[in-house]
T-cell receptor
């Protein structure tokens, strides 16, 4: 089965600092890749997704992610974080030829200090 | 559209009791997913339905867990009997059918505490 690894469990940054959250997956074929965000007390929301094409994808709120196929990675970045970015971030994988389900990483909690 | 609706939002129960979690998917969506979120294991897919039919229940932890989808607008996840290790947040999600992948929309979750 596919697995998704997020190595950073909790990241603490000051406002305006740059962010990079790691995501690696284990599947040798074509995948669809996602980042979801869960703000405190809220449900998961899609931040951005990659299906094909330009490996650098831009999402909402200034987030972007880069797909590096050779490294099986899909890291999330933001040049300058804000206090409102405090949330939990989940990387997820879908195998296009399989079912319409997602495999999630364990999540990374981001705390931004004002 | 109100989005995916889950009830209750919080549930506290005692070990051995039956727990029923409810989900109403987005109207017109053909897929419904149940996930469990814990600190140790993150988000795990428990089961999913397509057109009210269970497709993959391999994530259901054991026989104490059961899920049903009697119609296109309602699903339940039942735990009987409940145990403390079942304490988690349970999410329901739905998505439309079609070629390729279709985005899953998540409900607010049910936080279950089993004492």
């Amino acid at each position: 089965a596919q697995s998704v690894s997020q190595h950073n469990h909790h990241v603490i940054l000051s406002e305006a600092a740059s962010l990079e959250l790691g995501c690696n997956y284990s599947y040798g074929g074509t995948v669809n890749l996602f980042w979801y965000v869960q703000y405190p007390g809220q449900h998961l929301q899609l931040l951005l997704k990659y299906f094909s094409g330009d490996p650098l994808v831009k999402g909402i709120k200034g987030f972007e992610a880069e797909f590096i196929k050779s490294k099986f990675s899909f890291n999330l970045r933001k040049p300058s974080v804000q206090w409102s970015d405090t949330a939990e971030y989940f990387c997820a994988v879908n195998v296009p030829t399989g079912a319409n389900n997602l495999f999630f990483g364990t999540g990374t909690r981001l705390t931004v200090i004002p | 559209d109100a989005g995916v609706i889950q009830s209750p939002r919080h549930e506290v129960t005692e070990m051995g009791q039956e727990v029923t979690l409810r989900c109403k998917p987005i109207s017109g969506h053909d897929y419904l997913f149940w996930y469990r979120q814990t600190m140790m294991r993150g988000l795990e897919l428990l089961i999913y339905f397509n057109n009210n039919v269970p497709i993959d229940d391999s994530g259901m932890p054991e026989d104490r867990f059961s899920a049903k989808m009697p119609n296109a607008s309602f699903s339940t996840l039942k735990i009987q009997p409940s145990e403390p290790r079942d304490s988690a947040v349970y999410f329901c999600a739905s998505s439309a059918a079609g070629t390729g992948y279709n985005e899953q929309f998540f409900g607010p979750g049910t936080r279950l505490t089993v004492l």
